[in-house]
């Protein structure tokens, strides 16, 4: 498993090199989100021996089980839909949270991270693709939400992140990663609100992710191998 986990790991090191190197940015520009999500903590702890240092996870309840009993030392992110009943313990478990889909959820997330006395970065993520199935706040209601981050103590919105349709051809994702760079950039020029990181992509449109600017990519298969259907032992 090491070796094989080994390769993924080198391979996608390759992977981020060479987009980099094709859009001319610094690799040290793009965090790896290892998205561990399904996988046991012994997968986490080999990548973890090889030097990744930043994980993902989405569901509390495994997240809030494994994270104790894996390396110490790691970061720790949530990267899919919080429901707003979780967000005390998200706050506990997670550095960052990639997916602030709402200002109710921004709004508990805000007053759970002051009861812990926690400061906690977060995204906006963002439903480019109109998609309905997709969480996310549609673009027109994003000025009003930067206006609204100066009140917060605790939680400190510095980027934006979107999950790009599944399609076969990771070219398609394209238009989307770059709307969100525009939409990005235009934001910032109008409430003077930084937003530095924009966490796109993942195993299969990375390259194109980081062409377009992503400065934190969220990868799980690719590094961990076919997930485990819900319920499979590994
Ligand atoms: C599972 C997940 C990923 C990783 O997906 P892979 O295709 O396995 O790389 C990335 N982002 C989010 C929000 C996820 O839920």
């Known amino acids: 498993m090491s070796l094989e ?3 993924r790991y080198r391979t996608i090191q390759q992977r981020i090199e060479a987009a980099c190197a094709r859009s001319g940015r610094d690799p040290a520009a793009v ?5 561990s999500k399904t996988y046991p903590r012994e997968h986490v702890d080999a990548l973890a021996q090889l030097g990744c ?7 509390i309840q495994e997240a809030a089980q494994k994270i104790p009993l894996c390396t110490s030392g790691l970061a720790w992110h949530g990267i899919g839909h919080l429901q707003r009943n979780k967000a005390a313990v998200a ?3 997670f550095s960052r949270l990639h997916s602030i889909d709402s200002l109710r959820l921004l709004e508990r997330v805000e007053a759970c991270a002051a009861d812990a006395g926690q400061k906690i970065q977060a995204c906006l993520e963002v439903n480019v693709s109109g998609e309905s199935s997709k969480y996310g706040f549609a673009p027109e209601e994003v000025p009003a939400v930067l206006e609204f981050l100066p009140q917060l103590r ?3 919105i510095d980027g934006l992140m979107t999950i790009a349709p599944f399609v076969a051809d990771p070219e398609d994702s394209r238009t989307h990663f770059r709307r969100l ?4 950039d235009a934001w910032v020029a109008d409430s003077g609100w930084p937003l530095d990181e924009l966490s796109m992509g993942m195993s299969n449109d990375l390259e194109v992710a980081i062409e377009e600017g992503a400065t934190m990519i969220r990868v799980g298969t690719a590094l ?9 032992a590994i």
């Not at 961990?224 to 319920?231: H, I, V, Y």
């Open 91 to 93: 706050v506990e478990l």
């Open 5 to 7: 986990m080994e390769m």
């Open 154 to 156: 605790y939680v400190h």
């Open 181 to 184: 760079r525009e939409l990005r």
């Open 224 to 232: 961990f191998g076919p997930r485990p259907k819900p319920g499979e």
């Open 31 to 35: 965090t790896l989100v290892a998205v």
């Open 53 to 59: 240092r930043v994980f993902g996870e989405s569901r």
